[in-house]
């Protein structure tokens, strides 16, 4: 178990084999560089600002492919139907076409929400659910380690990958703790990148929640801020739309038409049914996930909620919390035959 940002640090060296492509960086200290632009930010507000995680960008791909395979099925059925009469066969087949659409949305949507990880302004901590498991930080005086490092194989070559990671306790027990990646995919980040996303969420925790390129304080949102949050809101169904474009492009531009445009614009009609179908649980998971969060996170939420810190209540709120139980326990007890 790693238990602070140091031994992350010298475990990151160990691996990466150099100092100079990782960097320790503070919550009270500037990091010299500007904020840069997250990309899987969720939602930004005066009280608190929300960073999607890798396993929420990938929810809804099973009701994707279930939209994918159930709509070719309608599409072939409503075909049969305009060429000749259908067939007892074919009627199974509609059926089978919209059980594949409704059966694996209506399991997603029963499942628990991707919850975000989220920094509250108000009491200055760091949320992150783990299966279930609420783990969190003070961010006074918290630390990240930054760090990048290549990836070479025969196909793509060198890549740099790079990660921005934090060390948060869970709530209850403070000696289990986890290593959590605030930067999302690693592929392509580089250190400078990384610097610029933790000097972001930084200007966001200690200089107010609107602010601009440079890092200094504004009244309300800020250009700057407006295109941050709009960029955190483009979804896989936003990129299929847009590849639709550069066809036109490129006759415009008149100078052909390449095949990889040829392909994405094909593509874009192929795998539209799977964005639809992951943007409709991704959108549901987004209005489900606040009400999924602990009673003590979702207090600390709300704008006139308590200002005390999880670190300040875990003693005496895992106390009572057995208490209960051990009530429990007991009532259950007198309630069995003897």
């Known amino acids: 178990m790693i238990e602070d940002a140091k031994k992350l640090f010298d475990s990151i060296v160990n691996k990466i084999g150099s100092s100079s492509s990782a960097r320790v960086l503070n919550s009270g200290a500037s990091s010299g560089h500007s904020p840069s632009k997250p990309s899987l930010i969720e939602a930004q507000n005066e009280i608190y600002l929300a960073l999607r995680t890798g396993s929420a960008e990938s929810k809804g791909m099973l009701t994707g492919f279930g939209f994918l395979v159930g709509g070719y099925g309608v599409v072939l059925f409503l075909l049969i139907i305009g060429f000749g009469n259908a067939l007892s066969s074919d009627w199974w087949l509609l059926l089978c076409s919209i059980l594949g659409i409704l059966m694996p949305a209506a399991w997603e949507c029963t499942r628990p929400p991707s919850l975000p990880i989220v920094f509250n302004r108000r009491t200055q901590e760091i949320y992150y659910d783990l299966k279930g498991e609420l783990y969190h930080a003070v961010w006074e005086g918290i630390e990240a380690v930054a760090y990048e490092y290549r ?188």
């Open 151 to 338: 990836m070479v194989n025969q196909y793509s070559g060198s890549i740099v990958h790079g990660n921005l990671e934090i060390i948060l306790q869970k709530f209850g027990d403070p000696r289990n703790r986890v290593a959590l990646n605030l930067s999302g995919i690693s592929a392509g980040k580089r250190l400078s990148t990384l610097v610029g996303i933790w000097e972001y969420l930084r200007c966001f925790m200690t200089i107010g929640p609107w602010f601009d390129e440079t890092g200094r304080r504004t009244e309300s949102r800020s250009r700057f801020i407006e295109e941050t949050l709009e960029s955190g809101q483009i979804s896989f169904l936003d990129l299929i739309l847009d590849s639709r474009t550069f066809l036109g492009q490129e006759r415009k531009e008149g100078n052909g038409i390449s095949g990889s445009t040829v392909i994405e614009w094909i593509g874009s009609y192929l795998l539209f049914p799977v964005a639809l179908g992951m943007e409709f649980i991704q959108r549901v998971d987004r209005k489900r996930s606040r009400k999924h969060w602990p009673e003590v996170v979702q207090e600390r939420l709300d704008p006139n909620g308590p200002t005390s810190r999880l670190i300040d209540i875990e003693e005496d709120y895992m106390a009572q919390k057995q208490k209960e139980l051990d009530e429990l326990h007991e009532r259950t007890r007198k309630t069995l035959p003897r």
